[in-house]
């Protein structure tokens, strides 16, 4: 069996009554359905404001989740109003996302600027999740997983169509080529419903769901099954 691997993206959704919601759901099915998740890594990537409040949740009740930031600064601790850097972040969680197309898209960050935050985060010991939208994007290397996400599949984009899973997996074997031994997994639309039809695909090994993982049920869900494939 293949460890697989999910990470829910909350991206910029719910306040911390929301965040209690989902946990307190998350975590009635976690110990009613007991799964066994020796085969998936499960990863959140939570704004900053709910690190702190998921990292309490997850170790009172011993979740099978790893937590994650969405960003980090691309510099060091110092004077950089706003910015969380990766030695912050690292009090929470242990994983960061760099490169989503959200975030190229509308706050223009360039491959140099997420060079620089990967830097950051490995120097402080962070896992990295980095995006790319086809294969022509270029992945720094030591990154720990790398997310094909073509921008127009995202759910708030094209309305939950995701992409064919022929054609995601051919893109994701072009870019496992590209970096061996990185594992590779797909964003775009997935859901409960269309999971395993992505992960039953030679070179996609996990997936990145958005939309999908604010809902604690189907979040769940999504890791029942990759556990059990
Ligand atoms: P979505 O988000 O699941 O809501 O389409 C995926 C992503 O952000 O990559």
């Known amino acids: ?3 697989r691997f999910i990470a829910g993206n909350w991206k910029s959704y719910k306040s911390s009554a929301d965040a209690n919601a989902w946990f307190d759901t998350f975590t009635t099915l976690y110990q009613e359905k007991n799964i066994s998740t020796e085969y998936v890594t499960a990863v959140l990537l ?5 690190l702190s409040l998921a990292f309490e949740r997850i170790k009172n009740a011993k979740l099978p989740l790893s937590l994650g930031s969405q960003d980090v600064s691309p510099f060091v601790e110092g004077a950089y109003t706003g910015e969380i850097n990766a030695g912050q972040i ?3 969680a242990t994983w960061t996302l760099v490169g ?7 706050f223009s960050e360039s491959d140099e600027l997420l060079l620089n ?14 995006c790319v939208q086809d294969e022509t994007v270029a992945a720094p290397s030591g990154v720990d997983v790398i997310a094909y996400e073509p921008p127009w599949a995202i759910s708030a984009v094209s309305g939950g169509v995701a992409q064919d899973q022929e054609k ?3 893109m994701c ?7 061996p031994g990185v594992p590779v997994i797909y964003g775009g639309s997935t859901t409960p419903d269309n999971v395993l039809s992505f992960v039953e695909k030679d070179s ?5 769901p958005g939309g999908a993982s604010l809902v604690a049920e189907k979040f769940f869900s999504m890791i029942t099954q990759l556990a059990t494939k």
Not at 100 to 106: A, L
Not at 118 to 128: H, I, P, S
Request: glycine share 4%; charged share 45%.
């Open 1 to 3: 069996m293949r460890k």
């Open 46 to 50: 939570m704004p900053f404001t709910l």
């Open 90 to 92: 690292t009090e929470f």
């Open 100 to 106: 989503h197309s959200e975030r190229r898209r509308d």
């Open 117 to 130: 935050k990967v830097e950051r985060a490995k120097e402080k010991g962070l896992k990295v999740i980095y």
């Open 168 to 170: 995601a997996n051919d």
């Open 173 to 179: 074997r072009k870019i496992v080529k590209k970096y």
């Open 204 to 208: 996609i090994f996990g997936v990145l």
